[in-house]
């Protein structure tokens, strides 16, 4: 059964930063791509980033591009999500999610292309 866990979520004044992590188990973790994606409060869930299984190549929403950045160890399981610059519009619960397919050759930014979710954690910031 895979599991996926998110932490690192909470408040945080507009500029600072916080870094998320996804803790996963019940499959070869570095086998697939890892993203990342949030659900602002009365919006649709949105693509944030995505990373490829052996962590070579990533991509990112237009919006986070220069302040947040994905990353992965495989040894330990997990995923990342350091966000630095927060403004208010990245208010949000933050999923992280594995992908459906193994060693994807290019990190999908498609929610439908993610087979399992984390919970979600929330992350607030202030102005």
């Known amino acids: 059964q895979v599991q996926l866990v998110e932490s690192g979520g909470g408040l945080a004044q507009a500029g600072d930063s916080l870094r998320l992590s996804c803790a996963a188990s019940?499959?070869?973790?570095?086998?697939?791509?890892m993203g990342w994606f949030r659900q602002p409060p009365g919006k649709e869930r949105e693509f944030v980033a995505s990373?490829?299984?052996?962590?070579?190549?990533?991509s990112y929403a237009d919006s986070v591009k220069g302040r947040f950045t994905i990353s992965r160890d495989n040894a330990r399981n997990t995923a990342y999500l350091q966000m630095n610059g927060l403004e208010p519009e990245d208010t949000a619960v933050y999923y992280c999610?594995?992908?459906?397919?193994?060693?994807?050759?290019?990190?999908?930014?498609?929610?439908?292309?993610?087979?399992?979710w984390g919970q979600g954690i929330q992350v607030t910031v202030a102005s």
């Open positions: 999610a594995s992908d459906k397919i193994a060693l994807r050759s290019n990190p999908s930014s498609r929610s439908s292309d993610f087979g399992y």
């Open positions: 019940g499959r070869t973790f570095n086998n697939y791509a």
């Open positions: 990373i490829k299984y052996n962590g070579q190549r990533t």
